[in-house]
């Protein structure tokens, strides 16, 4: 999902906000405003690219007389040495504005980047790299932006996006004696048709059991390979099937081997290193 412009002025709002509500004490005493300065963004390491138009963003939030040239688009492979953007304009303008934007293309970019690995490492198998919440609280919509032009696929956006039932619903209703069947049965009760119901499980009889009762989607937690692959066979596609829990660029080929469906990965944005990005600046001539 492509963020709108009212939830990228909203992130910038409070990072620029973070940056200078006490003014820029280092540039405004020793940079005149009359000094015009280019600036170059540039990629210090290989990876792909996003977060272009938030970092324009910013530079123009800042000071909206700024020329800033995109050259390079959002989802496209960078090497480093790449010349990504320039920038030309009011020198203090673009001091001020550098940090935040570096900060939106660097993470951006790095949660971009490692969910390309993972894609690649699955290559020509059908399964589809999946995001989850386990996101920057407020940042979400830029995170799996990140994830959507690193050729991922996003999974819920919100709790009011899709039904996931986890371990924790499910003790809590058992411990009414509500079982996993009647689970899956109530929440069909209650919701519009219209929305996926996941359910989460643990063994490959629960994945079974919850196919049966009507879940569109079973995500199998922590289950070992060898499971999946029996699971997979033994639901024979009545429903959709997600791995989920411990996968690794080490592991996620063999799971998506099982014959899965999606396999979700947290680390595509909860753990995230950022992509080394530079901003360096000369006088205009």
Do not use: W
């Amino acid at each position: 999902m492509n963020p709108t412009q009212e939830q990228i002025n909203r992130a910038i709002g409070i990072a620029l906000d973070e940056d200078l509500r006490q003014g820029d004490i280092t540039t405004d005493p020793l940079i005149p405003q009359d000094i015009a300065a280019c600036a170059r963004i540039t990629a210090k390491a290989n990876g792909v690219l996003a977060g272009i138009e938030v970092a324009e963003a910013v530079f123009h939030k800042v000071d909206d007389s700024l020329k800033f040239n995109v050259l390079m688009q959002d989802g496209t492979r960078m090497n480093t040495g790449d010349t990504i953007a320039t920038i030309k304009g009011c020198a203090a303008s673009i001091l001020k504005a550098e940090r935040t934007a570096l900060n939106f293309l660097q993470r951006m970019s790095g949660i971009a980047s490692e969910t390309s690995l993972y894609v690649t490492e699955v290559g020509n198998l059908p399964t589809q790299i999946l995001d989850t919440r386990k996101t920057v609280p407020g940042l979400r919509v830029l995170d799996k932006y990140a994830v959507a032009m690193g050729g991922g696929t996003n999974h819920r956006q919100h709790l009011g996006d899709a039904v996931l039932i986890k371990d924790n619903h499910l003790m809590l209703l058992r411990s009414q004696g509500i079982s996993l069947r009647e689970t899956i049965t109530l929440s069909r009760e209650r919701t519009p048709r219209n929305i996926k119901l996941e359910v989460e499980v643990e063994t490959v009889k629960d994945a079974i059991e919850a196919a049966k009762a009507g879940a569109d989607i079973v995500m199998l937690d922590n289950m070992s390979p060898d499971d999946m692959r029996r699971a997979v066979k033994d639901v024979n596609k009545r429903a959709l099937l997600e791995a989920s829990g411990g996968i690794t660029l080490e592991n996620v080929r063999a799971i998506a081997e099982t014959g899965v469906d999606y396999i979700s990965i947290g680390a595509l944005t909860h753990s995230v290193k950022a992509l080394d990005i530079s901003l360096d600046m000369e006088t205009a001539p």
